[in-house]
């Protein structure tokens, strides 16, 4: 060795004598944290107790590992674990047990493997969660008929489906909020529940949560047929739409869903649907409404002209009418004028018979005449300057009377649907349609109450 190089010396670990106690805390604590999946057989003794159970997890060439799991475990996979031969994956950790002096897998979930076995805890879980009513219509919650914030559960390495919920959802405004989730394998229902339990906590005020992806077997379907994940959808608060699989896929996860349809496509044209249709309707009722407005306009321009006509020809009638019953009072002035003229000639007639005496009578009639004259100068004056106010007057009475300017002046005038005038609103009804004319334009109303 030469002189200037130098020696690497591993640190001496501080000197430490542990108890059998001490010294197993102290490995549970390093083993603690090295979480496995491991699948294998379980091997023909089961030992089982009250609160926990002990079984052998066994591999083809011979390899055994002892598990313990606590029954609240086993009851959430919904079946009894059967001795030899039943395929399972365990999810845990190791731990050495102080009283056995021995390493023990804890396991912390289980699930089966091979079809046959998940059809039948599919059906066991079912009739178990249906006597429960975790599928009772009662419960479920109505799915919003406008959607607009949606929250999406789903794997964005999925084979299609978050593609195809998003492009069969139609351009309506929807805000979409990904948690992106793995749906299948161990972890899957861990996600989809804290997933579920995340949008109720942060985002209590979304429309709808979606839940989906594609097809699958029974296998890569089994975390959408687990307990924990249909008393996680039953429990959210949020409405939830399920679209797992294809057609003849039905989970547990669906049956406990609040509406389940058969793929992600179906899910978003669910979505759609209302809009669609709405957008119809508002064309319709714009186009609907257009019509209506011109329709309305033109009636109410007919029975204005109707009504100026009608007020221009009662003006004129009642201006005729005044009008002849001056010339009635004319020709009475007249006339009495000639009365007074044919006593005047009688009386001429009688001075030439009696002179001193006609005199006399001439001179006092003379000044009665004067008086008479002037005396009718002034009330023929009167009498047409009386004539003309009163004409005047009535005048200004049919102005006043006219509709026209009682709508001006803020009158309305109401019509039932038949265009009948309303004036006692007793024989109203409730609901009843009834149009309302002002000055300009009118309104459509429905009653509410009548008081």
């Not at 805890?121 to 919650?141: D, H, N, P, S, V």
């Not at 009365?339 to 003379?366: A, C, H, M, P, W």
């Not at 004056?381 to 049919?398: D, H, I």
Request: with cysteine.
């Amino acid at each position: 060795m030469k002189i200037n190089q130098s020696l690497k010396v591993e640190p001496i670990i501080e000197e430490k004598v542990f108890s059998v106690s001490e010294f197993l805390d102290f490995l549970n604590e390093k083993l603690k944290p090295c979480w496995a999946i491991i699948q294998g057989e379980i091997g023909e003794k089961i030992w089982n107790y009250p609160r926990f159970t002990y079984f052998n997890l066994l591999d083809k060439d011979g390899s055994v590992l002892k598990c313990f799991v606590w029954r609240e475990v086993i009851e959430n996979l919904g079946i009894d674990l059967e001795s030899g031969g039943m395929k399972i994956k365990v999810m845990g950790y190791p731990e050495f047990r102080k009283d056995k002096g021995e390493v023990n897998f804890q396991v912390q979930r289980i699930e089966l493997v091979g079809e046959g076995i998940l059809k039948k805890q599919y059906e066991i879980l079912k009739k178990k969660l249906a006597a429960l009513g975790y599928f009772a219509l009662e419960r479920k919650k109505p799915i919003p008929r406008f959607c607009e914030n949606i929250g999406l559960i789903t794997s964005k390495f999925g084979k299609g489906a978050l593609k195809d919920f998003k492009t069969n959802l139609g351009k309506f405004g929807f805000r979409i909020f990904f948690y992106d989730v793995r749906v299948e394998g161990s972890f899957a229902i861990d996600e989809i529940t804290q997933a579920i339990n995340w949008f109720n906590q942060n985002m209590p005020k979304l429309d709808v949560l979606v839940l989906t992806r594609g097809g699958g077997d029974w296998e890569s379907l089994q975390p959408f047929n687990s307990e924990d994940l249909v008393k996680a959808i039953s429990a959210s608060k949020i409405p939830i739409i399920t679209g797992i699989g294809h057609e003849d896929d039905t989970t547990l996860a669906d049956l406990a869903a609040d509406l389940r349809v058969s793929t992600p496509t179906d899910a978003a044209k669910i979505l759609n649907e209302n809009w669609k249709l709405a957008s119809i309707k508002v064309y319709e009722f714009g186009r609907n409404l257009n019509l209506a407005i011109k329709g309305n306009f033109k009636d109410i321009k007919e029975k204005i002209i109707f009504y100026g006509q009608d007020l221009v020809k009662r003006v004129k009638k009642e201006i005729l009418l005044k009008a002849g019953r001056l010339d009635d009072l004319m020709r009475n002035l007249s006339l009495s004028f000639k009365g007074y003229f044919n006593d005047f000639q009688i009386l001429e007639r009688n001075f030439q018979q009696n002179f001193l005496t006609v005199k006399s009578l001439i001179k006092n009639q003379e000044l009665k005449i004067n008086q008479l004259s002037e005396d009718l100068n002034k009330d023929q004056s009167r009498w047409g300057t009386a004539a003309k106010k009163n004409l005047k007057q009535q005048e200004e009475k049919l102005i006043r009377s006219s509709p026209i300017l009682k709508l001006k002046q803020g009158y309305t005038i109401t019509k039932d649907s038949f265009g009948k005038i309303i004036k006692d609103p007793t024989k109203l009804k409730i609901s009843q349609m009834i149009k309302t004319k002002f000055y300009k334009g009118q309104v459509s109303s429905k009653i509410k109450e009548i008081e």
